[in-house]
């Protein structure tokens, strides 16, 4: 180093050692402040400091920055763009590459993409290798399909960090602000050799397996298999490729072509597995087989007959469409009827009165056991299926680890594959948990856990204590729009609950906090909920090789407990117990002591609403039922004795409850979820805006429909789309049903980029597009119904009988074939067909709706 530089280096570090300055002190003070707040949500208190820090030093970058990042923090990021858009203007040099960042992220965050590049193409100049730089401006290319761009930053990204860290941050399956998504992964694959010209030397290995796992995690096999055979080829003696190649082809049920371990190594493996046989008296002990990673033991194991999640949906699917399922076929729903069925059972079975009565435990249970069966029942004809083809060979289940969260729900989740794996024991068959480490075995055992993660029920409110009197009671689980109706109440305790419904249901294009707070805590403080702990004993040692780059020996070790014995039911009282008691004797004592007389809680069974709900009617109280959904739910479930009065959205709701319950008043109340505002005007020289919403064809792992026809229906219409698309003016959108129901991806799975259709996540009621036209495919959507409201036409297309949760009728609303569905957007493409169609379906559902 020269002697200048050395200097300068000096000077620095002696300026950083420096004691701080009273003026430093104090906006340190000042942004420790506003971040407590921040961190609180306390929005208004944050700026109140900053704005007084400002007025002291205007100039501060430090101050400045965090003004702007407040304005992201409390979601406004149009107002965040504009103070970072100004800094970036006039601050350029004074910002950090964190600064940077937080420029490029508001432009993202507020649509501004084109905005965003420009940023992003500035802070690159400044810090090419900055990886949190680089991680942002890749997520930009992304966004703005630039796809040769979108390589050399992931690859730049990805040198820089495992340079650094052995371990790095993978790639990312899709934006977290959903502005690309899991596709984008495709054209990046596809544009791996243009982009090789724009690189200073070749993308390497590491990246290319990178990219494969990204592409394993989103179900993209065919991808994932391109870029490991390009590698091969580039890399030919690179070990890891060709055991990642290898075991790419082993997962996808594809040919897998040479192998780089010996049919002898195959086979020692699988004759090291102990054999099974089943005592048929309860839940079997658990089976652990643990092996590293890149190693011949896991392409042993992976050889044979191995599940992983990407497996248990292709052979649900493969199964239950050749076996043709009577669940989704029934008009009616059977997989209900026996969730209550066996909820009943339990309820009489555990009942523990007077708090909790036989019937109070069977609903408060209800949709957890449904939701449950969503699960185990599959995996019940998945175990079937998979002893026959083992014959006596092992079944081996991989897990993530060895904490698997019970009672989580069908969204996510891996205790499916437990109940699978309880199931294999079951038939006799000889199967294992897998799991999949890092490096080889040591001398330690594991521990199996079973932990709680009882979603439903996990407390989403934050409580601001009120502990006087109050004669009414408001549960929030799954109510739509419990703010306005807390706000009309007047002496009214808000009681702590979990499934708390957010403002605008699936959308994933901006933050939503939870709407209000709890006045009063039902749930304790600490969990009651126990952590079910299965230690292990080793019965055997695997041995095997390392086919990493550097070679060696790889130790795997199989591990076995003690049977876990007992039913399924038997362990549902212990796992759910602990916190329904609880639940039970605060609501009664809470009930009591403030004389509540009334309880107002949702139409949807959560356990807090069923037992505030019966708590305040076996006092002597009322309850009163409001809506989840424009459409009423569990109907057909609600005890008679369980309410007083209920709240539908539609008339064809009001009347589903007055069919039920003759001697109940039903109110049909449209503004308990709706409100109507003018219809649209037509906007001529603009297309029609088409927008999909996705449904939910699987319930778990359970299919709710004909899966096969739902299918091919979706190739068809948009194949139809894409022909009229030729001929008007037609842009189709595509409306995710979160992440767990059909959401963009499976799109792109199921239909590709045909009719040039784009995803968008704003809820229905958020949506400003030009000349909208509302519609889903198979099953309606209360988005249809929301949509009416502000005056959007709609139409559902299906070719199929399907069991559907709306209340929309074909005599009052369009339910049509792909082919009509064409001409009904065809002719909407005018004004005056646009209006019409508006005119004909406001006038037949104007009493149904109420407007």
Same mark, same amino acid.
Request: net charge negative; hydrophobic share 45%; no cysteine.
């Given at each position: 180093?020269?002697?200048?530089?050395?200097?300068?280096?000096?000077?620095?570090?002696?300026?950083?050692?420096?004691?701080?300055?009273?003026?430093?002190?104090?906006?340190?003070?000042?942004?420790?402040?506003?971040?407590?707040?921040?961190?609180? +949500?306390?929005?208004?208190?944050?700026?109140?400091?900053?704005?007084?820090?400002?007025?002291?030093?205007?100039?501060?970058?430090?101050?400045?920055?965090?003004?702007?990042?407040?304005?992201?923090?409390?979601?406004?990021?149009?107002?965040?763009?504009?103070?970072?858009?100004?800094?970036?203007?006039? +601050?350029?040099?004074?910002?950090?590459?964190?600064?940077?960042?937080?420029?490029?992220?508001?432009?993202?965050?507020?649509?501004?993409?084109?905005?965003?590049?420009?940023?992003?193409?500035?802070?690159?100049?400044?810090?090419?290798?900055?990886?949190?730089?680089?991680?942002?401006?890749?997520?930009?290319?992304?966004?703005?399909?630039?796809?040769?761009?979108?390589?050399?930053?992931?690859?730049?990204?990805?040198?820089?960090?495992?340079?650094?860290?052995?371990?790095?941050?993978?790639?990312?399956?899709?934006?977290?602000?959903?502005?690309?998504?899991?596709?984008?992964?495709?054209?990046?694959?596809?544009?791996?050799?243009?982009?090789?010209?724009?690189?200073?030397?070749?993308?390497?290995?590491?990246?290319?397996?990178?990219?494969?796992?990204?592409?394993?995690?989103?179900?993209?096999?065919?991808?994932?298999?391109?870029?490991?055979?390009?590698?091969?080829?580039?890399?030919?003696?690179?070990?890891?490729?060709?055991?990642?190649?290898?075991?790419?082809?082993?997962?996808?049920?594809?040919?897998?072509?040479?192998?780089?371990?010996?049919?002898?190594?195959?086979?020692?493996?699988?004759?090291?597995?102990?054999?099974?046989?089943?005592?048929?008296?309860?839940?079997?002990?658990?089976?652990?087989?643990?092996?590293?990673?890149?190693?011949?033991?896991?392409?042993?194991?992976?050889?044979?007959?191995?599940?992983?999640?990407?497996?248990?949906?292709?052979?649900?699917?493969?199964?239950?469409?050749?076996?043709?399922?009577?669940?989704?076929?029934?008009?009616?729903?059977?997989?209900?009827?026996?969730?209550?069925?066996?909820?009943?059972?339990?309820?009489?079975?555990?009942?523990?009165?007077?708090?909790?009565?036989?019937?109070?435990?069977?609903?408060?249970?209800?949709?957890?056991?449904?939701?449950?069966?969503?699960?185990?029942?599959?995996?019940?004809?998945?175990?079937?299926?998979?002893?026959?083809?083992?014959?006596?060979?092992?079944?081996?289940?991989?897990?993530?680890?060895?904490?698997?969260?019970?009672?989580?729900?069908?969204?996510?989740?891996?205790?499916?594959?437990?109940?699978?794996?309880?199931?294999?024991?079951?038939?006799?068959?000889?199967?294992?948990?897998?799991?999949?480490?890092?490096?080889?075995?040591?001398?330690?055992?594991?521990?199996?856990?079973?932990?709680?993660?009882?979603?439903?029920?996990?407390?989403?409110?934050?409580?601001?204590?009120?502990?006087?009197?109050?004669?009414?009671?408001?549960?929030?689980?799954?109510?739509?729009?419990?703010?306005?109706?807390?706000?009309?109440?007047?002496?009214?305790?808000?009681?702590?609950?979990?499934?708390?419904?957010?403002?605008?249901?699936?959308?994933?294009?901006?933050?939503?906090?939870?709407?209000?707070?709890?006045?009063?805590?039902?749930?304790?403080?600490?969990?009651?909920?126990?952590?079910?702990?299965?230690?292990?004993?080793?019965?055997?040692?695997?041995?095997?090789?390392?086919?990493?780059?550097?070679?060696?020996?790889?130790?795997?070790?199989?591990?076995?407990?003690?049977?876990?014995?007992?039913?399924?039911?038997?362990?549902?009282?212990?796992?759910?117990?602990?916190?329904?008691?609880?639940?039970?004797?605060?609501?009664?004592?809470?009930?009591?002591?403030?004389?509540?007389?009334?309880?107002?809680?949702?139409?949807?069974?959560?356990?807090?609403?069923?037992?505030?709900?019966?708590?305040?009617?076996?006092?002597?109280?009322?309850?009163?039922?409001?809506?989840?959904?424009?459409?009423?739910?569990?109907?057909?479930?609600?005890?008679?004795?369980?309410?007083?009065?209920?709240h539908a959205v539609t008339h064809s709701g009001a009347e589903a409850w007055r069919r039920a319950f003759p001697d109940k008043v039903v109110h049909h109340s449209a503004d308990s979820m709706l409100s109507p505002s003018p219809p649209r005007p037509f906007e001529p020289g603009k297309p029609v805006s088409l927008v999909i919403f996705g449904g939910r064809s699987t319930l778990g792992n359970m299919p709710t429909l004909d899966t096969a026809a739902h299918r091919e229906l979706y190739i068809r219409l948009f194949d139809e789309l894409a022909a009229l698309r030729e001929?008007?003016?037609?842009?189709?959108y595509f409306k995710p049903r979160g992440l767990t129901g059909e959401h963009e991806h499976w799109l792109f799975q199921t239909v590709g980029k045909t009719a040039g259709w784009k995803p968008i996540y704003q809820h229905s009621l958020r949506l400003e597009l030009p000349n909208m036209v509302f519609a889903s495919v198979s099953m309606g959507t209360s988005a249809l119904i929301e949509g009416l409201t502000r005056g959007v036409p709609g139409f559902v297309v299906r070719e199929f009988p399907v069991r559907d949760y709306t209340t929309l009728d074909a005599e009052a609303?369009?339910?049509?074939?792909?082919?009509?569905?064409?001409?009904?957007?065809?002719?909407?493409?005018?004004?005056?067909?646009?209006?019409?169609?508006?005119?004909?379906?406001?006038?037949?559902?104007?009493?149904?709706?109420?407007?």
């Open positions: 180093m020269a002697r200048p530089a050395r200097a300068a280096v000096r000077r620095l570090r002696q300026r950083r050692a420096a004691p701080p300055t009273p003026a430093e002190e104090q906006r340190a003070a000042w942004l420790a402040e506003s971040a407590a707040h921040v961190e609180a +949500r306390r929005f208004e208190d944050a700026e109140r400091v900053l704005d007084k820090a400002l007025a002291s030093e205007p100039d501060e970058i430090t101050l400045l920055a965090a003004r702007a990042r407040l304005e992201g923090r409390r979601g406004d990021w149009a107002a965040a763009r504009d103070r970072w858009a100004e800094l970036v203007a006039t +601050r350029a040099d004074d910002l950090n590459a964190p600064g940077w960042v937080s420029a490029v992220h508001s432009h993202r965050r507020a649509r501004d993409i084109d905005a965003a590049e420009a940023i992003a193409t500035q802070a690159l100049e400044r810090y090419a290798h900055r990886r949190i730089v680089l991680w942002e401006t890749a997520h930009v290319a992304m966004a703005r399909a630039d796809w040769d761009q979108a390589v050399v930053r992931w690859v730049r990204y990805w040198r820089s960090a495992a340079r650094d860290d052995p371990d790095p941050r993978p790639l990312p399956r899709r934006a977290s602000q959903a502005d690309w998504f899991e596709a984008a992964w495709h054209e990046v694959v596809n544009h791996l050799d243009s982009a090789d010209a724009l690189l200073d030397r070749p993308a390497g290995p590491l990246f290319h397996r990178a990219l494969a796992r990204v592409l394993g995690k989103s179900s993209m096999d065919d991808d994932r298999i391109r870029v490991l055979e390009r590698a091969a080829r580039l890399y030919p003696d690179d070990a890891p490729v060709a055991y990642e190649l290898a075991a790419a082809r082993l997962e996808s049920g594809t040919t897998p072509g040479a192998l780089p371990i010996g049919a002898d190594e195959v086979a020692e493996v699988r004759g090291a597995l102990p054999s099974y046989t089943a005592t048929g008296t309860g839940l079997g002990p658990v089976r652990l087989v643990r092996v590293p990673r890149h190693s011949s033991l896991e392409l042993a194991l992976r050889s044979g007959h191995y599940i992983d999640r990407p497996a248990v949906g292709r052979l649900v699917q493969e199964i239950s469409e050749r076996d043709r399922w009577p669940e989704p076929l029934s008009p009616t729903n059977i997989l209900l009827a026996q969730a209550r069925a066996w909820a009943d059972e339990f309820g009489a079975r555990f009942a523990s009165p007077p708090h909790l009565p036989a019937e109070t435990l069977s609903d408060a249970v209800m949709v957890n056991v449904y939701h449950e069966s969503a699960l185990f029942v599959p995996m019940q004809r998945l175990a079937a299926e998979l002893a026959a083809r083992a014959a006596g060979e092992p079944v081996l289940i991989e897990v993530l680890g060895t904490e698997l969260g019970y009672l989580e729900g069908y969204a996510s989740g891996d205790f499916d594959l437990v109940f699978l794996y309880f199931a294999l024991l079951e038939r006799g068959a000889n199967a294992f948990l897998v799991r999949i480490e890092n490096e080889s075995v040591g001398r330690a055992t594991e521990t199996v856990r079973f932990v709680p993660k009882w979603r439903s029920v996990m407390a989403a409110l934050d409580v601001v204590e009120d502990p006087a009197p109050h004669t009414r009671a408001v549960v929030p689980a799954g109510i739509r729009r419990v703010v306005p109706l807390v706000e009309e109440l007047d002496d009214v305790v808000v009681y702590q609950s979990g499934s708390v419904v957010k403002e605008f249901a699936y959308d994933r294009s901006i933050e939503q906090q939870y709407p209000i707070h709890a006045t009063a805590r039902l749930h304790p403080e600490e969990s009651v909920l126990q952590t079910f702990e299965y230690p292990l004993t080793r019965v055997a040692r695997l041995t095997g090789r390392a086919l990493g780059a550097e070679g060696g020996r790889a130790r795997g070790s199989v591990e076995v407990g003690e049977p876990l014995g007992g039913t399924w039911q038997e362990w549902l009282h212990r796992a759910t117990s602990p916190l329904l008691e609880h639940l039970a004797r605060t609501a009664a004592a809470d009930i009591e002591r403030r004389g509540v007389t009334e309880a107002h809680i949702g139409d949807h069974l959560y356990a807090e609403s069923v037992i505030v709900g019966d708590t305040v009617r076996r006092a002597g109280g009322r309850v009163i039922v409001w809506p989840h959904s424009t459409n009423p739910v569990h109907v057909d479930l609600r005890r008679a004795d369980s309410f007083d009065e209920v001929h008007h003016p037609v842009d189709v609303f369009p339910i049509v074939p792909a082919a009509e569905a064409m001409e009904l957007l065809a002719k909407a493409t005018t004004a005056e067909g646009y209006d019409e169609l508006v005119a004909r379906e406001l006038h037949h559902m104007k009493d149904e709706l109420g407007l």
